[in-house]
């Protein structure tokens, strides 16, 4: 069934001015619907099947925006913050209007990926502690790394005085008095890798995530940089169970 909203709402949820400069730019005829001058700003379109265009511009419309960034260290993983920089201002203005929200979070001094997202249910559904989704971290740990951590991670370890970690699958690249390692986990408790290492006498010096679920951090892109998902990437997403 189609779903009309208003022009004027869903010309300035996409950041096209305030309902007031919507009437305005009706009022001059700038604004197309299917080839067709609409004058009034409260005449109901569908935005999903219509093209709408303003002036000479075609309007991209989207309900919801999926976003991948390497989240550099020194950002929050916030909308707001009254200190520090979020993940949130290193956006491009554009996004402003979507509202978007980073899906989980990365402590501050951790690297990689994180998803920003206007689509709550798509969010829910990946945080939800019920649904097990993978993540999986490099990191770099100051301390020998051994078979042992493996076989305890696999068990489980202690991370509260009553919480066990679930089975977790330790892959150790490098092990030396600084070690390096990637470490898939299924669930999401706070500063939870960190805290893993922790239980083993060991100490998280450096860390990035590279997965989450289906989805994998572009490598292409730098730190601070992002892109938007694509079609392949949110249909995963989505289909992940
Ligand atoms: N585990 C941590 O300790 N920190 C993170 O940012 C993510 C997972």
Do not use: W
């Amino acid at each position: 069934m189609a779903k009309t909203q208003r022009i004027d709402k869903v010309l300035s949820n996409l950041g096209y001015g305030s309902r007031k400069d919507i009437r305005k730019v009706c009022k001059d005829g700038l604004v197309k619907v299917d080839g067709k001058v609409i004058k009034s700003s409260s005449v109901h379109i569908d935005p999903e099947s219509s093209e709408i265009i303003i002036g000479n511009e075609v309007v991209d419309y989207r309900e919801f925006v999926y976003i991948m960034l390497n989240k550099p260290q020194g950002v929050v993983s916030a909308t707001e913050d009254n200190r520090d920089e979020t993940v949130v201002d290193l956006l491009d203005e554009k996004y402003v209007p979507f509202e978007v929200f980073p899906v989980g979070r990365l402590d501050k001094d951790t690297e990689g990926l994180l998803l920003l997202t206007n689509d709550g249910k798509l969010a829910h559904n990946l945080l939800s502690p019920k649904k097990h989704v993978s993540k999986t971290y490099y990191a770099k740990v100051d301390g020998i790394v051994t078979e042992e951590d493996i076989e305890k991670f696999k068990e489980g370890v202690y991370i509260e005085e009553d919480y066990k970690t679930l089975p977790a699958n330790l892959k150790i690249l490098k092990s030396d008095e600084i070690s390096e390692i990637e470490l898939t986990i299924h669930e999401g408790k706070f500063h939870q890798v960190k805290r893993m290492f922790k239980a083993v006498d060991k100490t998280v010096i450096y860390l990035k995530r590279l997965s989450m679920g289906p989805l994998k951090l572009d490598n292409r892109l730098d730190l601070g940089e992002y892109r938007e998902l694509n079609e392949d990437e949110l249909n995963k997403l989505r289909d992940h169970k």
